[in-house]
Each structure stands twice: as structure tokens, then as C-alpha cells.
């Protein structure tokens, strides 16, 4: 690296508009952390918002679900979902914070996959998130149907690692009449590509499949439009780009078109009308309360929900736009040092386009590379390795640093350059 190279760095980070935020995030001392797209690191504002919880339940005992105004019953509940609406491109009422990512799929396949004699098909891209495909099986398996036949995979083409949009057009224009559910990961877990959510909706409906996707990896990474994009459901996690801490809650949406029918379901008290929940045994049937609330099952957990409030101020206060165009300027000088490094050793897999990445770059390490994550973490630099040879590296617009990426991609060369791999 040059000292060229580090005065742009610099220089980046002086003109950043955001570079305030980094002062509201718990940064581990001394590293450098790139491993966003795994877990993302908590606001300050979370550690004052649990304590007070944490007094809340001490002082209060049960009455904390319904005494004063930051009640537990009420005063979540908006003021998660206006925001994450507003990071989803959705309306308030099409989205939820409940379960777990999984959970949530599990929930939506029940009303959403609900195969016909003609219509009985799942397509699905590769490479898929296991969770998801894992899922994607068990619901085949439950309507008695062979996944090798009711399974439709699209694969990046050989000798590539991305997918490529013709190739999903020719499988919805040959095998559409015949799918249900299109289901896909808005960008991709390993490759970190970005897919055109808003073509693939389009094609899919024109076939007349439903549409879903995983945004576990888009949900504060890239602006979403879900709802002008027809999709009619979605799910993620929020302990990614969202920050809510490890094992944060999950996050569902369903386009309004579908609130208020009369969809197969797996109910649960949470999803009743607020008013009359606790009616209890004098509500012994279940009636859906209002959108997407009411695919909601169980009591949240409020000591889950509180990280993730703290951190969806932040993203309220900057907007998603802004925190995009940092990212594009952050994998841009990112891509740019790695050019600096000769080729031999690596591999790009994230598409070059900033269109077509979001805040992740993987690269393929041809040599070395568990040797290389060691000596990378002894540096006091914390990204990710996905078996067999693949190094994932996410920078956070809200508190990386320029100079950070200078830093990597100085200590990732050293280490691609010395004879010990």
C-alpha cells in the first residue's frame, strides 16, 4: 500500500457525514471489525435502554405490561415497526417484529406455499442460506412432495459464482405455470449479490407466483421497496446490519393485499386484537387482529426488543439512502486497494457493480486460507471464513472507518505476499 492510498483514506474519512455515528456504537478495543453481516455491534443507546428495563421489571414486577406510559404492552410495538417500515419501503401495518428468522418462515410458508395439482413448485436460488433451504424441504415433505421434483434450484452458471437475471426469466418463462412460490435471498449470504427484487417480483407475478424473500442480509444494508414491489411476504433478522445484539428478534412482512383473507394459518394468542387478548379463556376462538400483526404467535420478549429500538433510532435519524451511499464509497475504496494486491492470490466473487453489492465483499483465497483468517485475527482484524476458501468482509457505514479499510487491505496483503501461506 501506498502513502497515497492512505491520505485518500484520510481524506475520506474528514469529508464523511457520518462519521459522528461512530461515536454512538461499543466498538471492541484495539480490532478492527468486519463481520457485520454476522452480527452487528450495539449502540450505547442500547445499554442505557435495557438498564432501564431491567429497573422497569425490578420496580414494577408484572404491572411493567401495563403501567405508565412506556408500558410494555403498548410503547414497543410503533415505535419498532414505523421505523423498520420505513428501512422496508412498507407500510406500518404490513410489518411485524416477532420470532426469529426461521420461525417466521416456518409461520409464512403455512398461509403462503399452499401447492395445487398444477401450481406445487418452490424456486429457490443457489447458493441458499441452509436455514432457508432446510425450511424450504420440510414444507414439501409435509404436502407429501419429493423435493427432487418439487424443488426447482437456480444455479450461478459453471465457471461463475453469481446468478445471472436471464437465467431466472428462462426458468419462470419454461416452468412457471407450474411454480407456486418464488422464493429468494435479496442478497446473497455468501456472495453478498444484490438481486433485482423488483424485476424478479414483476417476472414472477406475470407467472402467477407468489413471491417472497429473505432480506436477513438486505434489512439496513440496501433501500427496500417491497410493498411498490408486490411482494407478498418477507423475513430477516435484525442482529445483522440492524444491530439488535445476538439472537435478536426477527422481522416478517406481508404485503397488504392479503390482510384481512382468510389464510391457512398457525395462530397464537399474540395475534389477537390487543383489546380483548387477555379475555383469555373467554376468547376461545382466534380472530386475526389487523395485518401483519396478526401472524404473530407468542409474548416477545421485551429485553430482545429494546437493543433493536435503540438502533432503529439511529437508522430514523440518517435514513437508509444516506447509510447506502457511505456503503457504495466504502466497497468502492475497498475494491479499489484490492486491486492493488496481485490477483494470484484471490478471487472477487462480489459483482464490481455498486448496484449489485451491498455492504459485503467475498473473495476467494486460493491459497492458505485458514492461515490467512489466523494471521488476519492476530492482527487484531475480526472478519468471517466460510468453508472451503472464502474470506467475508463487511464494513458498517455507520462506524468503519476508511482508514480501517486501509488497514485491512494493508495487513490482508502483507499476509498474501509473505511466504508463510
Same mark, same amino acid.
Given at each position: 500500500m501506498n502513502h497515497a492510498l492512505?491520505?485518500?483514506?484520510?481524506?475520506? +474519512? !474528514?469529508?464523511?457525514?457520518? /462519521? @459522528?455515528?461512530?461515536?454512538?456504537?461499543?466498538?471492541?478495543?484495539? /480490532?478492527? $471489525?468486519? &463481520?457485520?453481516?454476522?452480527?452487528?455491534?450495539?449502540?450505547?443507546?442500547?445499554? %442505557?435502554?435495557?438498564q432501564e428495563q431491567l429497573n422497569r421489571w425490578a420496580d414494577l414486577g408484572v404491572e411493567g405490561w401495563f403501567q405508565g406510559d412506556n408500558n410494555w404492552y403498548t410503547a414497543l410495538d410503533a415505535a419498532l415497526r414505523k421505523p423498520l417500515s420505513h428501512l422496508l419501503g412498507a407500510n406500518c401495518e404490513e410489518v411485524i417484529v416477532m420470532n426469529s428468522l426461521t420461525v417466521n418462515l416456518h409461520l409464512l410458508l403455512v398461509s403462503f406455499y399452499q401447492p395445487t395439482q398444477a401450481r406445487y413448485k418452490i424456486l429457490i436460488e443457489s447458493p441458499t442460506f441452509p436455514s432457508d433451504l432446510y425450511a424450504v424441504k420440510s414444507h414439501l415433505h409435509t404436502h407429501k412432495l419429493d423435493p427432487d421434483n418439487a424443488l426447482i434450484i437456480v444455479e450461478p452458471r459453471e465457471g461463475e459464482s453469481l446468478l445471472r437475471l436471464e437465467d431466472i426469466e428462462?426458468?419462470? +418463462?419454461?416452468?412457471?405455470? %407450474?411454480?407456486?412460490?418464488?422464493?429468494?435471498?435479496?442478497?446473497?449470504?455468501? %456472495?453478498?449479490?444484490?438481486?433485482?427484487?423488483?424485476?424478479? !417480483? @414483476? =417476472? !414472477?407475478?406475470?407467472?402467477?407466483?407468489?413471491?417472497?424473500? +429473505?432480506?436477513? @442480509? !438486505?434489512?439496513?444494508?440496501?433501500? =427496500?421497496?417491497? @410493498?411498490?414491489?408486490?411482494? +407478498?411476504?418477507?423475513?430477516?433478522?435484525?442482529? /445483522? $446490519? =440492524? &444491530?439488535?445484539?445476538?439472537?435478536?428478534?426477527?422481522i416478517a412482512y406481508v404485503h397488504s393485499c392479503h390482510h384481512g383473507r382468510a389464510l391457512l394459518r398457525l395462530s397464537g394468542w399474540w395475534g389477537n386484537d390487543p383489546k380483548t387478548r387477555f379475555q383469555m379463556h373467554l376468547e376461545p376462538e382466534f380472530i386475526p387482529y389487523d395485518g401483519a400483526y396478526s401472524w404473530q404467535v407468542s409474548t416477545p420478549s421485551v429485553l430482545a426488543m429494546t437493543p433493536f429500538l435503540a438502533s432503529l433510532k439511529i437508522f430514523e435519524e440518517v435514513g437508509i439512502h444516506n447509510v447506502r451511499k457511505k456503503s457504495q464509497q466504502q466497497t468502492a475504496f475497498l475494491l479499489e486497494l484490492l486491486q492493488k494486491i496481485p490477483a494470484a492470490h484471490f478471487t472477487i466473487v462480489t459483482p464490481q457493480s455498486s448496484e449489485g453489492r451491498g455492504s459485503q465483499i467475498t473473495l476467494i483465497i486460493h491459497q492458505g486460507s485458514k492461515k490467512c483468517l489466523q494471521s488476519l485475527e492476530k492482527s487484531g482484524i475480526i472478519c468471517d471464513f466460510r468453508p472451503p476458501n472464502m474470506l467475508r468482509i463487511a464494513p458498517s457505514p455507520l462506524y468503519n472507518t476508511f482508514y480501517e479499510i486501509y488497514q485491512f487491505v494493508h495487513s490482508l496483503s502483507e499476509v498474501l505476499c509473505s511466504s508463510s501461506l
Open positions: 492512505e491520505k485518500k483514506a484520510l481524506d475520506l +474519512d !474528514a469529508k464523511d457525514p457520518l /462519521k @459522528h455515528l461512530r461515536e454512538r456504537f461499543a466498538l471492541p478495543e484495539g /480490532k478492527i $471489525y468486519f &463481520c457485520n453481516h454476522s452480527l452487528g455491534l450495539p449502540p450505547f443507546g442500547a445499554f %442505557t435502554a435495557m428462462a426458468i419462470l +418463462d419454461r416452468e412457471g405455470e %407450474t411454480i407456486a412460490l418464488v422464493f429468494f435471498s435479496s442478497v446473497n449470504f455468501l %456472495t453478498g449479490q444484490v438481486l433485482d427484487m423488483k424485476r424478479i !417480483a @414483476h =417476472l !414472477a407475478k406475470s407467472k402467477g407466483c407468489l413471491v417472497g424473500f +429473505d432480506i436477513a @442480509h !438486505a434489512a439496513g444494508n440496501i433501500p =427496500l421497496e417491497l @410493498h411498490e414491489w408486490s411482494v +407478498d411476504f418477507a423475513v430477516g433478522c435484525s442482529y /445483522k $446490519y =440492524l &444491530c439488535s445484539g445476538p439472537g435478536g428478534p426477527g
